[in-house]
């Protein structure tokens, strides 16, 4: 029996730093409570709101920007579009002035210390990152609905399990990595030949090249930026940012106003190991400080895994020359369907994984993606990724302070070298002698994720997050 549907734009989603499951989803979540008022007729008759977080969402809440994203969600405002330069205007304002406008309509008084509680001892049984929402009405009643942000940016409320968007007729349904290779030896077709058929029973193919290539516009412009952009990263860790500075040594003082003029100067620095390595370390820093700095990105699968993929992209980009709207297509397809593929058997969420669900499963997506693209069989494509998830198996989610930022930022530089090591490896290899199955490290993943102490599933209780001393400031 399916478990679910998932397209490519469920993986690859646009939005606003620095976590896909504390920032994102609540957003989201926010979002969905307000339409539900609305549909229940009643946004009219709000007079009070009262937010409460529980679990991981409770304990790294604040520095992940779980209360930014789901008073701008509350507001009526979308993670897609917000100008994120009015990101801190907008937030200082609603606790300045003590009111906040539902839907941008309706302005009820808000106090920010006593309506938005963070219960740092308390958790719901179904997932870590849990959100109740409640709007007191005029009339003597109230609304109370509980959300889940299950990891990615997939949000899923109370009661509703499985109760997903309306199926449609699939040419080829995939739950495992077994059942993706059933498929491609049938047909003969590719992974991303795959996957493109299963999008066509959503929408026409041209709007599906569309969308990616829309990802791929967002995930350009945001590397571009974060090679381009100094300072400190926001949270009170003082971290400075080093991909500009990177680049700057790698490219030297010339100005490149666009990606394009960019990427061509990078393809003349040359292509020998140190060099390469420099600048795949440079792209995914780039996107993960934007992350950080509560920038535009999109979720690949997470937004604290963010720049795994695309710097394995841009490494196919600018080092492969591989730099066709139809190359960066499959690339984007493949690692989909790789990054589907996990959050059926296992799961996306640090909070219910470690990091493992997060920088794994996206080093697992970009080796599978970089494979299919250089030519590799779909017996190496599936091999590329268990290689790489195999050595990121126990990875825990300790991040210090509560901020997406260390180890997080260093870790997506990790996972995307290893995602090209492990493609490598399976381009040279003979898959039919592989002792380890995709879906025997997708299974081994969620086990450990199970028997992982809740300490290590990012609730800055363990790991580095104890072990490094730091004096955040009050929020």
Known sequence: MQREQISVFDIFKIGIGPSSSHTLGPWRAAQQFVQSLQNRNVLSLVTQVKILLYGSLAKTGKGHGTDVAILLGLSGDDPVTFDVNNITYKVDQIKTSHQLELDGTQTISFNYEDDLLFLFAESLPFHPNAVTFQAFLNNGKAVSETYYSIGGGFVVQEGTEGQGRTEVDLPFPIDTAGDLLHWCIKTGLKIAEVVAENEAAWRPEQETRAGVLNIFRVIKECMYRGCHTTGHLPGGLNVARRAANLNRRLIGDAVYHNYDEWVAAIRHTGNNFKNTLDWVSCFALSINEENASFGR???????????????????????????????????????????????????????????????????????????????GTQRQVLMAAEIAMEHHLGMTCDPIGGLVQVPCIERNTMGAIKAITASQLALQSNPDKAKVSLDAVVKTMWQTAQDMNFKYKETADGGLAINVPISLPEC
């Open 297 to 375: 990105v999109v979720t690949a699968p997470t937004n604290g895994a963010a720049g795994v993929v695309p710097a394995v992209l841009q490494y196919l980009i600018v080092f492969c020359d591989s730099f066709t709207d139809d190359k960066i297509i499959q690339f984007l397809l493949t690692a989909s369907e790789i990054g589907s593929i996990f959050k059926k058997g296992a799961t996306l969420s640090a909070a219910m994984g470690g990091c493992q669900a997060e920088i794994g499963v996206s080093s697992a997506m970009a080796a599978a993606a970089l494979t299919e693209c250089l030519g």
